[in-house]
């Protein structure tokens, strides 16, 4: 049964945290990925925390970020690049839920860890494909024109991720890393596309999808709308 959309004008905001390139200048490069997600009706949702807290918090500071006000954390994967900056974040912040997939095992001195599994509901419009392929979770966020599906590094394929997330909605736009993906004919029908972090064809990519592709980077602002996707910054 289709759930009704969210508020007519609500818009979705991505800030990149992490990444391996800097796209605002005094920002921090690193091997690794985090971003902020934040909507109106929705939690603060932080996706990643990057290799090292120190860069972490230093950017989000930079970007006037502050990590106390978010509300829940979900960590694609256990690999470092992806949760090495979660312990300094939760020394900050200490109410945040934490969404890690099964596979990472509990966090020593942490009772906001959430072991993820199967598909699950994180609030409204905003969902979790689950752990695929025993290693990774990705977050997919719904709303009226289409979703939008965040990764980490696409350990699963990009085939299956999207093919998980569009028990949500129609996948419209992707933001995150795509590793080495190269069947690009998956993303003909996307709006935007944003490859970050680990993603090895980007520049394909861009070829391919001039008119979709989005620069990533630490410091890039992206605008996803419940009217169709568009870009900002």
């Known amino acids: 049964m289709k759930e009704p959309p969210g508020p007519e004008g609500e818009s979705v905001k991505i800030t990149l945290i992490y990444d391996n390139t800097v796209y605002r200048k005094g920002l921090v490069a690193d091997w690794g990925f985090s971003c902020l997600v934040e909507a109106e009706t929705s939690p603060k949702i932080l996706f990643d925390t990057g290799a090292r807290g120190e860069i972490l918090l230093s950017n989000m500071e930079k970007l006037g970020i502050d990590p106390s006000r978010i509300d829940m954390v979900v960590i694609s994967h256990g690999h470092f690049d992806h949760i090495g900056g979660l312990a300094a974040f939760l020394r900050v912040n200490r109410r945040a839920a934490v969404y890690v997939p099964a596979s990472v095992g509990p966090v020593p001195g942490e009772?906001?860890?959430?072991?993820?599994?199967?598909?699950?509901?994180?609030?409204?419009?905003?969902?979790?494909?689950?752990?695929?392929?025993?290693?990774?979770?990705?977050l997919a966020i719904r709303g009226e024109e289409g979703t939008l599906l965040i990764t980490g590094c696409s350990h699963p394929g990009v085939a299956a991720i999207l093919d998980a997330a569009s028990r949500f909605g129609e996948v419209r736009a992707v933001v995150g890393g795509l590793h080495g993906f190269n069947d690009f004919r998956l993303l003909e029908d996307l709006d935007m596309i944003c490859p970050t972090h680990c993603t090895v064809h980007g520049e394909e990519i861009k070829a391919f999808f001039p008119d979709a592709y989005t620069e990533g980077g630490a410091g890039r602002v992206l605008t996803f709308s419940v009217s169709p996707l568009r870009r900002s910054r």
Do not use: D
Request: charged share 25%; no cysteine; aromatic share 4%.
């Open 111 to 138: 009772k906001r860890i959430i072991a993820v599994g199967g598909p699950r509901k994180l609030h409204e419009n905003v969902f979790s494909t689950g752990e695929l392929a025993g290693i990774e979770q990705s």
